[in-house]
């Protein structure tokens, strides 16, 4: 007997708590559950510990603790998964009863489903007067997600997180979902994690929150972080309290760095500089070798390449900050050269080696050095107020940000016959479903519930006639073009793409 209780105390040793990522569409409740779980399940002493926001948080629900990625759906999650690393051991996706499916709640379907995780469905704002939960079921089963009752296995959990009702059925089905994952660490392991927050702080420095995936880490070791290594000078808990030691889920914050890391960030303690050199060496020349070179390029960023010129010193040691702190995970920059005096001609020229913006501080630039850069299409940005230069620098990072593509549904069609087939082209018709059909408008070709290509339509005919769309009910003729082949039966989803660019 002996024997067992001290296996089954080594065993829960190395039990950690999940990490929980909380996804959904807009407004469909993500932050209230959070808040309610945060107001409820921190311990007061620790919750009147958080001065600010730093992107991960602990709970505490029948003795047993979850980590909580905060905010959900931020963009820290989106870059760690971009970037491949595995962060959530489990989601919870939020949908309104009274609102259903939305865009965003399938996109978080998606990226459940990419990431290979466990969920559990909570169906929130059951308190409101059209809350239909068996609508919204049969609608999740519409995007393939099967719940419990609805011939899956998927959990679903009704919830009010205005009331907190049922908030601790669904904290007991993370930990049954954690329980059946057997989330285990060891702690006598070199910690590993990633980067979720990161700033810099007039006070503390550069100040970074990482999250613990495996092994401990101790006060006095040090990271091997982002290429650089950095020594683990101060080490908190998530409610800014002083530590020593963090074990694996735990959220932890450390500052005093001499780099600010990039959100997803991979990292691994060592007790040695030495040790920590070296790994930061080897991951390095792995990242350099031919055969990572075509995947390093594909996950790299844009960078918007730099050449600085500043009046004085302290203008140059304020604006070189300031540029270090503008990280995101969408687009970086790279300074080649920050110097002082006039903008010059060798400026101009490493400019064109390096294809940079040219941007000066309180400086002149000179007619001559103007026609040059006019010459080589370079483009020179000249400001006497600091945050107008900085501004005008993020505009140009901007442009570098690949936009978004979002799909706005139009309509979907029946095709009842095809005629004309040349090349890419067809020629078909059909009746009006749902919605409309565009001329211009993309479509999705689903035959037997399987996408099987997409086309654009060039052309759109009703009775004959050229018009620019056809509504429900009636029948069509189109022209399209595209990688697929359009069949008699096939259903056709009409759309269009929104391209939305985003601004820092």
Request: proline share 3%; aromatic share 4%.
């Amino acid at each position: 007997m002996v024997k067992k209780t001290e296996k089954k105390e080594k065993n829960a040793e190395h039990t950690r708590p999940p990490i929980v990522v909380i996804m959904g569409h807009v407004d469909h409740g993500k932050t209230k559950t959070l808040d309610y779980i945060r107001k409820t399940k921190v311990m007061e002493s620790e919750s009147g510990g958080i001065t600010q926001h730093i992107g991960a948080y602990e709970a505490e629900h029948n003795g047993k603790k979850i980590t909580f990625i905060d905010t959900p759906g931020h963009e820290a999650f989106t870059a760690m998964r971009s970037r491949g690393a595995r962060v959530a051991d489990i989601a919870v996706l939020v949908v309104a009863a009274d609102e259903g499916v939305k865009p965003q709640t399938k996109e978080s379907i998606q990226i459940i489903k990419k990431t290979n995780i466990p969920f559990v469905v909570a169906l929130n704002k059951m308190d409101k007067g059209g809350a239909d939960a068996n609508r919204v079921k049969k609608e999740l089963a519409e995007s393939e997600v099967l719940v419990e009752g609805w011939g899956g296995q998927v959990p679903v959990v009704e919830i009010s997180a205005k009331e907190g009702k049922n908030i601790d059925e669904l904290l007991e089905t993370i930990l049954l979902l954690a329980e059946l994952q057997e989330l285990k660490s060891d702690p006598a392991k070199n910690a590993e994690g990633v980067v979720i927050e990161s700033h810099r702080d007039a006070r503390r420095g550069v100040t970074t929150t990482l999250l613990l995936r495996e092994g401990s880490l101790r006060k006095g070791e040090f990271l091997a972080l982002g290429g650089f290594v950095e020594g683990v000078r101060i080490l908190e808990n998530f409610t800014g309290k002083p530590i020593e030691e963090a074990r694996a889920s735990m959220p932890v914050v450390i500052s005093s760095l001499d780099h600010i890391p990039v959100v997803g960030d991979t990292f691994m303690s060592f007790k040695t500089r030495s040790e920590a050199e070296a790994h930061a060496k080897m991951q390095e020349s792995k990242e350099l070798s031919p055969k990572r070179a075509e995947t390093a390029v594909v996950e790299e960023k844009p960078m918007l390449a730099l050449v600085l010129k500043s009046d004085v010193s302290g203008s140059q040691e304020a604006l070189d900050a300031i540029l270090a702190s503008l990280v995101y995970p969408e687009v970086g920059v790279k300074i080649l050269k920050s110097e002082l005096g006039d903008i010059g001609e060798s400026d101009i020229k490493t400019a064109i080696v390096g294809h940079a913006l040219v941007a000066g501080f309180r400086v002149k630039v000179v007619p001559a050095t103007k026609q040059l850069a006019e010459a080589n299409n370079i483009n020179i940005i000249v400001k006497d107020v600091i945050y107008d230069l900085v501004d005008a620098i993020k505009a140009e990072m901007s442009d570098l940000i690949t936009p978004t593509i979002n799909r706005v549904e139009l309509g979907k069609a029946k095709i009842l016959a095809t005629f004309k087939s040349s090349g890419s082209k067809q020629i078909v018709g059909g009746r009006v479903l749902e919605g409309k059909l565009k001329n211009g408008a993309k479509l999705e070709i689903v035959r037997q519930s399987v996408p099987s290509g997409e086309a654009k339509i060039l052309q759109l005919q009703q009775n004959k006639k050229n018009v620019e769309t056809v509504a429900a009910g009636f029948e069509f003729g189109i022209m399209a073009a595209g990688d697929g082949k359009i069949q008699e039966g096939d259903t056709i989803m009409v759309f269009d793409e929104e391209i939305i660019r985003k601004r820092l």
